[in-house]
Nanobody
Framework: QVQLVESGGGLVQPGGSLRLSCVASGFTFRLFTMSWYRQAPGKERELVATISRGGGTTNYADSVKGRFTISRDASKNTVNLQLNSLQPEDTAVYYC???????????WGQGTQVTVSS
């Protein structure tokens, strides 16, 4: 079955960095676009970044552009999200998701908590 397992979250001070990873299994990873989302308490889920099947195309929310970088490693079935220059407003649970061929995110991981606080 499809599984997505995130890791790498934690507590970091403003201006700090984290690297999130999501290991995928149960499907042919290289055939699917992948995305990262986040959801802060009391807020709606937000699409943060997307990477195409081959990794050649990436898209970012305006709120993270220039600070976050999405990447993927087909040899490890992993999609990563590098978070730099973190701010308190980046505090959220971060989820990776598989994007189906209709453009919808159809499978989700359990999430990893990122807390930015001094």
């Amino acid at each position: 079955q499809v599984q997505l397992v995130e890791s790498g979250g934690g507590l970091v001070q403003p201006g700090g960095s984290l690297r999130l990873s999501c290991v995928a299994s149960g499907f042919t990873f290289r055939l699917f676009t992948m995305s990262w989302y986040r959801q802060a308490p009391g807020k709606e889920r937000e699409l943060v970044a997307t990477i195409s099947r081959g990794g050649g195309t990436t898209n970012y929310a305006d709120s993270v552009k220039g600070r976050f970088t999405i990447s993927r490693d087909a040899s490890k079935n992993t999609v990563n999200l590098q978070l730099n220059s973190l701010q308190p407003e980046d505090t959220a649970v971060y989820y990776c998701a598989r994007v189906d061929w209709g453009g919808r995110s159809d499978y989700w991981g359990q999430g990893t908590q990122v807390t930015v606080s001094s």
